[in-house]
């Protein structure tokens, strides 16, 4: 179950040009969240920045009681939480979502995750119980990459590709995925990223039959599951389409649920 | 003077306390169980319902602007009878007035609606003439003194639970669309519906929601519905129920000034699952101040400046 806390912050690191790291300590959140799932918080109090952000759990440490996020400054609300401070107070509502299913069956994995959708696949690293777990990172250009050190501990291989070649392979990393799908035999593809490169993947598992589990973003008024402004279009067991909450229903669906428009 | 009472009576209907969830802020009170006690809150006006379900708008549905939102669900719902098949038991364990938000397209549902839920285990029925998130309906019944008198009464004569007719924004005259519904037989008036408004992505120049327009709500719309709830308080007698922005007990405290005997609290519920409880806690801390003993005392208290 989600709580609405005060948490206090315990690190505000600048790990790119642009994306932030802040560690939390947390030991409710440490200690019930799952990969794949989110925080929403007020960045400020008051009218500014009304609505909370939704920032995905990066990585949880429950022996220190900490969690890590990474996001990136877009707007005014993530501005806000980039001026944050050690010891400043956070006011987050979480974890938030239905997370990735980690199976016990599931042996071979890949994680594929492109630009700020990487951060929620290291928590899943962490938690997965596979023997091969191979991480496919996409990023626009070398300016964007991080984490790859992170990445590597935890991954039997990690590959990254930048769509101006600048770092790693030139081109998508929905190409490394397609590479490899047939001789890896994977029993489940994580992935999060931007909408094109979702639909690519959903794309391609479809293709080979292979199972996917993708974690969808969109715009949320409560992150709660309330408001229904988070509206994602999937195929129901009888084939009809229904929308869904990303917020509480996912963000985390099966590829094949998704429909893609 | 420090017993404060804060119960309140809007045409029969009573309320433990002022503060109510606004309709499509709340869901059907499920997912804010998990975060506050719903039995400290006045009543829920639960998400609109339709005759049957509704998919609603495609995504984007929601879009921040500066101190408020838009939306544009467009009355995503699971259709009137699944409502009191499966969630008023749920709402009923607690001991909250559970109000029923309605839309049609056509008259004839809206009394069909009335006459499903006049046999249901709920307190009230909430009329939404003015959703400006639908394409054909109901918003055309909220907009003239005419459309708003012709629906009301019809309902009227179908609905056997007290009947509050919610308004919208969107009117050049908020007081004779008011005076319409009283005398078409409203027994109460709740105000106001979201304004209809739009923003635009200026990179893609294209508008934000799917749905291109959507409805504003939050703390930029609170002057505009304070200022109407003080226009219909002069014009009718009915109670009204006021919102529109509210966030704290002194944002309520306003519209209960201008004339509302009860409020609703909608997109603060979004961003603090526990909003209706601090603004209760506001308007308790705000009566001991001033020695108010009973909510009644401060309904339409206003002093003009002359
Ligand atoms: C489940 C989920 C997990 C996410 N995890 C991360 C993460 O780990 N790191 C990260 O950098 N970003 C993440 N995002 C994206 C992040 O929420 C947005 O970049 C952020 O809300 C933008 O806020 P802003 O104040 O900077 O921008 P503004 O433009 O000021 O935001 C205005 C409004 O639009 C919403 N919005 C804008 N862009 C997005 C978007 N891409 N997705 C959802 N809402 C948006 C905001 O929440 C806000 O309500 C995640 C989004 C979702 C839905
Ligand atoms: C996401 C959302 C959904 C809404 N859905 C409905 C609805 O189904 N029926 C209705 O009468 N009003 C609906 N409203 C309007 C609110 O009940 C309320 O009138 C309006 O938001 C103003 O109050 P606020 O500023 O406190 O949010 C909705 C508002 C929001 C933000
Ligand atoms: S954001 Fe409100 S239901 Fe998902």
Redesign the pocket.
């Known amino acids: 179950m989600s709580k609405l806390l005060k948490e206090v912050i315990t690190r505000v690191e600048r790990a790119t040009d642009s994306i932030f790291r802040i560690t939390v300590a947390s030991e409710y959140i440490s200690a019930n969240a799952a990969p794949g799932q989110f925080v929403n918080i007020k960045c400020c109090d008051g009218a500014q920045a009304l609505l909370r952000r939704p920032i995905s759990i990066c990585s949880v440490d429950r022996s220190k009681g900490e969690f890590d996020l990474y996001f990136q400054v877009k707007g005014a609300g993530t501005e806000i939480l980039a001026g944050k401070k050690r010891g400043d107070t956070l006011d987050i509502l979480g974890p938030l979502g239905r997370g990735f299913d980690l199976d016990i069956g599931y042996r071979r994995i890949a994680a594929v995750g492109g630009g700020i959708g990487i951060f929620p696949l290291l928590f899943l690293l962490d938690e997965s119980k596979a023997v091969v777990k191979r991480s496919y990172l996409g990023f626009r250009s070398s300016g964007q990459v991080l984490l790859l050190e992170e990445f590597g501990e935890r991954s039997t291989s990690l590959e990254t590709a930048t769509e101006d070649g600048s770092f790693g392979s030139k081109g998508f990393v929905t190409d490394l995925l397609e590479r490899d799908i047939i001789s890896e035999e994977f029993d489940m593809i994580y992935a999060c990223g931007p909408y094109p490169m979702l639909r690519k993947i959903s794309e391609i598992a479809g293709k080979h039959g292979a199972r996917c589990q993708i974690s969808m973003e969109q715009r949320m ?1 409560c992150g709660f599951g309330a ?3 988070c509206a994602c279009m999937t195929y129901t067991d009888d084939g009809s389409r229904h929308y869904v909450r990303v917020c509480s229903d996912g963000p985390v669906f099966n590829s094949e649920d998704v429909v893609f428009e | 003077m420090n017993n404060t009472d804060l119960t309140v009576d809007i045409c029969g209907i009573k309320l433990k306390n002022p503060v109510i969830a ?4 709340f869901g059907f009170g499920r997912e804010h169980s998990d975060y506050v006690d719903l039995n400290k809150i006045g009543g829920i ?1 639960v ?2 319902l339709t005759l049957n379900p509704r998919e609603g708008n495609k995504p984007p ?2 879009a921040e602007t500066p101190a ?2 838009l ?1 544009s ?1 467009g ?1 995503q ?1 699971p259709g009137v009878r699944y409502f009191i098949e499966n969630e008023i038991q749920f709402l009923r364990q607690f001991s909250t007035a559970i109000i029923a ?1 309605i ?1 049609g397209n056509t008259i004839e549902e809206y009394c069909e609606m009335a006459e499903i839920l006049s046999d249901a285990d709920i307190d009230a029925i ?1 009329l ?1 003439v ?2 400006p998130n639908v394409k054909a309906g109901c918003v055309a019944f909220g907009n003239t003194p005419e459309g708003i008198a012709d629906i009301t009464s019809q309902v009227r004569k179908h609905c056997r639970k007290p009947l509050i007719v ?1 308004l919208t924004p969107n009117v050049t005259s908020i007081s004779d669309i008011a005076a319409a519904a009283e005398d078409a037989g409203a027994d109460a008036l ?1 105000l ?3 304004l209809l408004g739009m923003a635009i992505d200026i990179e893609a120049r294209r508008p934000i929601l799917a749905n291109n327009t959507g ?1 504003l ?3 930029a ?2 002057p505009v ?1 304070v200022r109407m709830v003080y226009e219909v308080y002069r014009t009718v007698k009915i109670p009204i129920i006021g ?5 704290t007990g002194n944002d309520a405290v306003e519209f209960l000034l201008a004339g509302a005997s009860a409020v ?7 961003v603090y699952p526990d909003a209706c409880i601090k603004v209760c806690e506001g308007i308790e801390q705000y009566m001991k101040r001033h020695g108010f003993c009973r909510v009644a005392d401060i309904t339409g208290k206003l002093m003009l400046n002359t």
Do not use: D, Q, Y
């Open positions: 008024g408001c229904l402004t | 606004a309709s499509g802020t006006s998400k609109g549905r929601v408020g939102m939306n669900v009355l719902n938000n839309a909430e939404n003015s959703c919610k709740s106001i519906n979201t409805g709500s939050g703390p719309v609170k519905a919102m529109g922005g509210i966030s609703m609290v909608g997109t603060a519920c979004l």
